[in-house]
């Protein structure tokens, strides 16, 4: 694979980073994960806002514009014969000797690669998906797109180990989201409820395209959290991510959800949603 590290296109095995960089050191960094299908960036306009978000946030700067990165974005796709699946960015804010504060003037460290994935024609599409529950142990600022993924990396291996594809994160006895995804019900009366973004959740780029299209249809949305018994008892639940775009959960903690398979809101909206995935792609 061709890698993209601080301005230069290199051989993978020739990207070398400093052992002093903050990302390594403090996890002092922000990433991206963008899908590619037929070699295009999906929602890559979102991704880029986001991107600059959490970069402000933690009062860093991106060292070339979006329109640059997304530049890079391009090449690395198309150098590596990437027709599906993923672009990681992560931006850290350099490399020093180690200390919690950091100099004002340090050139940042961007780093971009490319993997290959199945994306779309997956089994979870026709199976759904089972989810886990478990406390969140994440910090308060989940806003923030950061490589601190520890609790993360943390919740999926004990939810994997128990057979479950996701864990969902629970805060005040209710699912702030999934480890790596957006978490949805429908209720049984049609309504699709989804936390509004706040500082407790990653403000996710595909939910933001899913609940443009669900508006678009009139269907009926509520912005709120939810508990596990409340979705225990759903007609359908869901998760979004750029890396599953929309897939049904079948079962949480056990528990079948609807009958079992996954729903025709679901089959709608991820009918919907790749085809405005493709539409809009670049
Ligand atoms: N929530 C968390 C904690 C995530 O890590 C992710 C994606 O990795 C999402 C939600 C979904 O965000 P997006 O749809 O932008 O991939």
């Known amino acids: 694979r061709t890698v993209y590290l601080n301005g230069a296109f290199l051989p993978e095995n020739e990207a070398h980073l400093s052992i002093f960089d903050r990302g390594f050191l403090f996890g002092d960094g922000i990433y991206e994960v963008t899908a590619v299908l037929d070699g295009k960036l999906i929602d890559s306009a979102l991704h880029m806002a986001r991107l600059e978000r959490s970069v402000g946030e933690i009062g860093g700067r991106l060292p070339i514009t979006t ?60 199976k759904g998906l089972k989810v886990r529950s478990m406390p969140d142990q994440r910090w308060a600022r989940r806003d923030i797109k950061s490589v601190c993924l520890l609790s993360q990396v943390l919740a999926k291996r004990a939810a994997k180990a128990e057979g479950f594809d996701e864990a969902w994160l629970l805060e005040n006895g209710v699912v702030t989201e999934g480890a790596s995804s957006t978490a949805y019900i429908v209720t049984r009366d049609g309504r699709i409820v989804t936390r509004a973004n706040s500082q407790a959740t990653l403000p996710g780029c595909t939910r933001l395209a899913v609940l443009e299209l669900a508006r678009e249809e009139g269907l009926v949305l509520e912005e709120r959290p939810f508990s596990v018994e409340e979705a225990q008892a759903a007609a359908e639940a869901w998760l979004t991510s750029a890396s599953n775009f929309i897939v049904s959960v079948t079962n949480v903690d056990g528990t079948v959800i609807g009958d079992g398979t996954p729903g025709p809101m679901f089959r709608r909206l991820r009918t919907l949603y790749m085809e405005n995935a493709r539409r809009t792609a670049i």
């Open 67 to 126: 329109d640059e990165i997304v530049a890079i974005e391009k090449r690395l796709v198309e150098e590596n014969q990437l027709t599906e699946g993923l672009v990681y960015l992560q931006y850290t804010r350099g490399a020093e000797d180690r200390n919690f504060l950091y100099s004002e003037n340090l050139q940042p460290t961007l780093v971009l690669f490319t993997q290959a994935k199945t994306l779309e024609h997956v089994a979870a599409v026709e």
